[in-house]
């Protein structure tokens, strides 16, 4: 049962953001889930009716992503396809109603890149279609290696800790996790992972969108569209395509 940082990633999730994205799948009826992962909110989508396009680069994720769908049922499973390639160069053939990206944008560390794939989204997006995303906020803030979730289940315990510094010229946050597993009260494993991430000022998310073709957007500072403000951690942005 030794599992990979993916896998505790999954299970340790604090983002709330199943319910958000599945809402938006079920009126959108197909969806483009960018950087799908192991295919946490495509399986989640497509459980709710919707017809999901799954983007994932990582050969690794994508193994993961086709064992969980798997294990789904028939008719579930059918609604997912899964695409291999470049996000930075999606060629679907297809328009889609709904784009979505969850931990993804801030993986690409240029603002060229992130504006170059605003454009790509603008391009796949339907007249009327919709862009939706997450990424932390700039307010997250420097912190030292702490316990930050504690999960039991079926006798086994899961705990994850994290830390994270920031280099404030490059604006880039590099992120640690260890997750421990204690089986019986007893330690079974430990897994660490660390993850760099580009911290991206609202006003560049702005100009991209703008560049890009969206007119209409709206920023919030969580999955229940509270106002975005100074102490927001995460930042969802939602565009519409004219």
Request: hydrophobic share 40%.
């Amino acid at each position: 049962m030794r599992w990979t940082s993916a896998k505790y990633h999954d299970l340790f999730d604090r983002k709330k953001n199943i319910e958000f994205f599945t809402e938006l799948a079920k009126d959108a009826g197909r969806v483009l889930d960018v950087g799908a992962g192991t295919g946490r909110l495509s399986i989640a989508m497509a459980q709710a009716g919707a017809r999901v396009a799954a983007v994932e680069q990582d050969a690794n994720l994508r193994a993961l992503m086709k064992q969980n769908i798997k294990e789904l049922p028939k008719d579930v499973g059918n609604r997912i396809d899964i695409l291999r390639g470049d996000i930075l160069n999606i060629s679907t053939g297809r328009r889609f109603p709904l784009i979505i990206l969850s931990g993804t944008l801030e993986s690409f560390f240029t603002r060229d890149q992130r504006f170059e794939l605003l454009k790509r989204f603008h391009e796949t997006l339907e007249p009327g279609g919709r862009l939706v995303f997450d990424l932390w906020s700039m307010n997250i803030g420097e912190f030292s290696l702490k316990e930050v979730d504690r999960i039991a289940d079926n006798g086994n315990e899961y705990i994850r800790k994290m830390a994270c510094s920031i280099d404030k010229f490059q604006h880039i946050a590099k992120i640690r996790y260890i997750y421990e597993t204690y089986v019986s009260g007893n330690y079974y494993d430990q897994v660490e992972e660390t993850q760099e991430i580009a911290m991206v000022q609202p006003r560049e998310i702005s100009e991209g969108l703008m560049e890009a073709g969206f007119r209409d957007f709206n920023f919030y500072g969580g999955y229940d569209r509270r106002p975005y403000d100074l102490y927001s951690r995460i930042l969802v942005v939602e565009a519409w395509k004219k």
